[in-house]
């Protein structure tokens, strides 16, 4: 399977201070790759680098076209959609609102826009009954579907997906994760997903990277770093 998303040697920070130390990594077009690590191993760096947020050095290429010199709205425009940590959604905004601002760059006319919305609602049925409300009145698991559904509207190659159970009971992170598995399925959307749910993340995906302090230090297929006692005892704290 080809790579849609390829880095290589990727090394960026904050200001005088570096994060990513020279990470490579692939997801293959319509695949679900997780990234691991503890909290300030640069997981979300990584995905800042992807969209634009930060300046780095090093290969990011993406349908083997490089990133670089890009804005985050022209990184948006080839396919990549990104549900930051923290949801991102604005709450000042209806919810219908929101939606509507992940498809304004489509160009595929007013009845495909409209069946995507159709099975957005599907998927988030809640999302339906309080289209017409502020999005600041729904719970954080509401307001997490809000985020995924207006990605799913930008209709992305890639979605990037950033700690999307932080703060979830667990039977809404469930029904979250499987929603996302359909969509990768149904839609051939490939995935990178961030999370600090280990043991989920490795059952949602087929290949897996771990970060320790900016740099990669084990990869490999999920199933075998699930099944990797020494790797999940150093790495993944379960």
Not at 34 to 60: D, F, H, M, V, Y
Not at 157 to 177: H, K, Q, T, W, Y
């Amino acid at each position: 399977m080809s790579a849609l998303l390829e880095l290589e040697d990727v090394r960026c920070g904050y200001g005088p201070t570096s994060v990513l130390h020279g990470v490579s990594l692939a997801v293959p077009e319509g695949g679900i790759v997780s990234l691991l690590g503890a909290n300030g191993a640069g997981k979300t760096t990584t995905l800042r680098a992807i969209t634009g947020g930060l300046r780095w050095l090093g290969e990011i290429r993406f349908a083997g076209r490089s990133l670089r010199r890009m804005h985050t709205e022209d990184i948006v425009g080839v396919g990549i959609a990104h549900v930051p940590e923290g949801r991102g959604i604005l709450t000042e905004l209806t919810v219908d609102e929101n939606l509507k601002l992940g498809a304004h760059r489509r160009k595929d006319g007013a009845t495909a826009v409209r069946k995507d919305y159709d099975r957005v609602f599907e998927y988030f049925p809640v999302l339906r009954e309080r289209r017409n409300l502020s999005a600041s009145t729904l719970s954080g698991g509401e307001q997490q579907m809000l985020a995924i559904a207006r990605a799913m509207l930008m209709q992305p190659r890639l979605m990037l997906l950033d700690e999307p159970s932080l703060g979830l009971a667990p039977l809404v992170v469930r029904s979250i994760f499987e929603i996302i598995r359909t969509f990768n399925q149904a839609d051939h959307v490939a995935v990178l997903l961030v999370e600090q749910n280990a043991r989920l993340a490795l059952e949602m995906s087929t290949d897996a990277y771990v970060l320790e302090v900016g740099r990669v230090a084990v990869k490999g297929a999920s199933a075998e770093l699930k099944g990797n006692e020494s790797v999940r005892r150093s790495y993944l704290g379960y």
